[in-house]
């Protein structure tokens, strides 16, 4: 057996056992309220078995990333399925570290789930270990990505703990502006869910579309053309091109002709798909439950201390930012100085972790020096997450960069 095959294994092995985690956590809060024994006891008893499932999948994660480390002769994010779960990875660790410090068995109801959406977001790019391109041929790769990866992991678990701030203290009795606006971050989450679903189901069905695209020159004539495929249901058609196999749907629109890359259709049309699939998800949601996300999942918080759940997050974004700061920002401009002759070049990628990295200085410094503390800061939190994910998903999937060759 390769130790190719041996790491995926491995990947899909963590992916079950935070799955189970995830479920064990929940019967720990749900099931304190009809457990025969003290509540605090059936809590802490299940609480202790979701984290040892966790440190499970963490070890057999961590055997995935040294052997696909070794199968491919470099650090495991070179590409999008890489560093996704990588991401997971320093998710997950993230967790451990804090869970082993507060022992908050709710945080695993949480960010648990948040480490298995990005696994889940990477089964969905090819997963096949391909040589490096010239410009990823660099140990840079090791310590850029990597840095990177754990600042935007650690910042992840002081989401989770903002969101349980939030959903801890808006009141749901009736809609607000408050209860509207933590809609539209669970719908936003929801939305990268449905991305998943649609994916893994239309690969399955193989249905695909094939558009022949025109390549034109710089005087406007046709200079050679492409073959460009589409996974989901076409929506929106590459520009000026031809369907050569029919999908399940005919497009009902043409990308605009200032969407650069072969791929910015296929990218658009796979963005206009998750907001479709999240607002279903939402609907449905609604429709079953009867009642605002929200208000289903205070319950959940009841018996925790708010400000408990802001000092985590605020620890939590005080250590990721200087992680942060150093893998996406400075390491980053030190090796795009040795590949391409310039610290900075206004690369979408770039600019993108600039506005992450100012959006959390503007954070550090209104906490620390206005006094933005408890729902303030659990919003920023949340919402600095939220363009960490515009980062990774629309920067990565629709707009052409340097950087595209993550998308791919």
């Known amino acids: 057996m390769s130790l190719i095959t041996i790491s995926e294994w491995l990947l899909l092995l963590s992916f079950f056992l935070y799955v189970a985690a995830t479920i064990v956590y929940v019967l720990a809060i749900t099931g304190r309220r009809w457990a025969n024994r003290e509540p605090k006891e059936h809590e802490q008893r299940y609480g202790r078995a ?19 480390w070794i199968a491919g002769g470099h650090s495991p994010t070179s590409n999008m399925f890489e560093f996704m779960t990588f991401l997971s990875f320093c998710i997950i660790l993230a967790f451990l570290i804090i ?4 022992r908050l ?3 695993g109801v949480f960010v648990i789930p948040t480490g298995i959406i990005m696994l889940a977001y990477a089964s969905v790019f090819p997963s096949k270990v391909t040589p490096l391109i010239p410009a990823l041929k660099s140990y840079w790769l090791h310590i850029h990505v990597t840095t990177a990866a754990l600042g935007e992991g650690i910042l992840a678990v002081g989401f ?13 009795e009736r809609p607000s502006k408050s209860t509207a ?8 989450v929801l939305m990268l869910v449905g991305f998943i679903l649609m994916v893994s189901t239309f690969a399955n069905l193989d249905q695909k579309t094939v558009f022949q695209v025109p390549q034109f020159d710089s005087s406007g004539n046709v200079e050679k053309t492409l073959e460009v495929e589409y996974l989901l249901p076409a929506v929106v058609a590459p520009y000026q091109s031809t369907i050569i196999t029919p999908g399940p749907m005919t497009p009902w629109f043409e990308a605009p002709a200032w969407m650069e890359g072969q791929d910015a259709a296929r990218k658009l049309n796979t963005m206009l798909w998750s907001i479709i699939s999240g607002l279903v998800l939402y609907g449905l949601f609604r429709l079953v439950l009867r009642k605002r996300l929200g208000a289903v999942l205070k319950p959940l918080l009841d018996d925790i201390e708010p400000d408990l759940l802001d000092e985590i997050s605020y620890r939590a974004i005080a250590i990721g930012y200087p992680v942060f700061t150093l893998g996406a920002l400075i390491f980053a401009m030190i090796w795009a100085a040795e590949a391409w002759g310039r610290f900075w070049g206004w690369d979408p990628k770039e600019v993108w972790a600039l506005i992450v990295w100012l959006f959390y200085s503007a954070y550090l410094h209104l906490r620390l020096s206005r006094g933005w503390m408890g729902t303030r800061s659990a919003w920023m939190s949340v919402i600095g997450f939220v363009i960490i994910l515009i980062t990774l998903v629309v920067v990565n999937l629709v707009i052409a960069g340097l950087h595209s060759y993550a998308g791919v």
């Open 99 to 102: 869970y082993r410090i507060y």
């Open 160 to 172: 989770a703990a903002g969101l349980m701030y939030l959903v801890r203290t808006v009141p749901q």
């Open 50 to 68: 979701g984290f040892y499932l966790v440190v499970v999948g963490f070890l057999a994660q961590l055997g995935y990333v040294i052997a696909r």
């Open 105 to 107: 068995t709710v945080l």
């Open 181 to 188: 606006w933590l809609e539209i971050v669970l719908v936003v």
